[in-house]
């Protein structure tokens, strides 16, 4: 152990101003989630959602796993309804590979329905053998004039001899057409749009192979204060892996860090919020700003970062996992949020620690992969439900039976969110997978 030294939307409720700001990175260090403010975490009825019964769980998508997933949107940000239809995304698997190798098969599918929650499954979004990457990882969907833009993660490589895990930003772009039948889509082009180049976000030779690695998760913005567009994604903050260390600002304020002793392993924890700025017509060239948000020495993994906006404020919200807070931080598979009143301000987290829903102490890794809509609905997907003394990690050590029988692999029931300036509170269940 070593001691840290101490050291000096909802919907849019407001019209876009006359004359259009423009965002600017802070020429600091970005807002840091601290280890003060994450030792803060604790469940309790605010933040806890309701316990996900096995037996009412209800399969979506005959013969498939359905995990992350997002809707189609429109620019800004409500759920887009086409020609009287909702549309979703998700990634899919057949459901007769075991749930902890679906990842390396993983297809972007989508649904569509009418009331926005019973969902038919239409296929394949596109041929992931026209795509980028080996298989195709969890991002955000804008429709536009009746094109779609379809950002996802383009993981591994086409060819590759064995499963890898580099990870590129990635774009679809193609034609939607409604007809009696459905829905269904056409014309794709694919794009590489972001790498990391190690200036803000680590590459995947800078990790070196360390806890998990990450650039990925695409999530489309526009900025309504300003009327740009961004996409922000997950990172790790850039770096050769064995050369970071605990900065005080990381921390906390000074008493914390004259009180508290970090573990020396907390360094290789690096989990940031990164932000990218369109510049071009076409959605296909993207300016790569320095991050938002940086999580050094508290978690590894912000995953699936997104923006929500109410009146005048910036909501920002990440999904993490128990096993990526660094030692020392007891924090629970959630979702967690953050809150600023500019794009690059200084956000500070929801309930003074950042987390917004939990699952139940007693199910702990019954849901994952949160998405909260403008509206304040927050949709997920059931993951390991009734797992007892299995933690998440110790779940591919089981009898193959035990992890199909434990995994849900479809949408889980909606939670309602009350969101009002720093605090938020889960306030209802709705349907599972409804979504509006």
Known sequence: MKKVLMASVLAVTSMLPTTMLHAEPKSESPAAWTHQEASKIERDSSNTAPLIEKEEI????????????????????????????????????????????R??????????????????????????E?????????????????NIHLFYTATGRKGEDGITYEQRLALANGEMTVSKDGISFSDWSHDIILEPQGEYYQTEEQSEGGILYSFRDPWYF?????????????????????????????IGDEQYQGSTEVSNEASAYNGNVGLAK????DYTEWETLPPVLEA?????QLERPHF???????????????FTFSPGIEGPDGLYGFTADSLYGNYEPLNESGLVVANPEDNPFQAYSWIVLPNGNVISFVNYIDLGDVSLKEVGAQPVDF????????????????IHKDETRIVNELQYGKVN
């Open 58 to 101: 209800e399969q979506m998508a005959p013969n498939h796993w359905v995990w992350d997933t997002w809707p189609l949107r429109n620019k800004d940000g409500s759920v887009a309804k086409v020609n009287g239809y909702k549309v979703i995304f998700a990634l899919t698997a057949p459901d007769d590979v075991l749930p902890g190798k």
């Open 278 to 281: 369109l510049d071009s017509d």
């Open 130 to 146: 026209q795509a980028y990457g080996s298989r195709q990882w969890a991002g955000s969907a804008m429709v536009e004039d009746g």
């Open 403 to 418: 992890q199909y029988e434990h995994f849900g692999g479809t949408l889980a029931p909606t939670l309602k969110l009350s």
């Open 103 to 128: 990842h390396d098969i993983a297809t972007i599918r989508y649904f569509y329905s009418k009331n926005g929650q019973d969902w038919k499954m239409g296929g394949e979004a596109f041929d992931p």
């Open 296 to 300: 050094d020495c508290v978690n590894q």
């Open 222 to 250: 526009e900025d309504p204060k300003t009327g740009e567009e961004y996409i922000t994604f997950e990172g790790n903050s850039a770096g050769q892996a064995s050369e970071q260390t605990c900065q005080p600002r990381n």
């Open 308 to 322: 929500v906006m109410k009146g005048n404020q910036y909501y920002l919200f990440v999904d993490s996992h128990k």
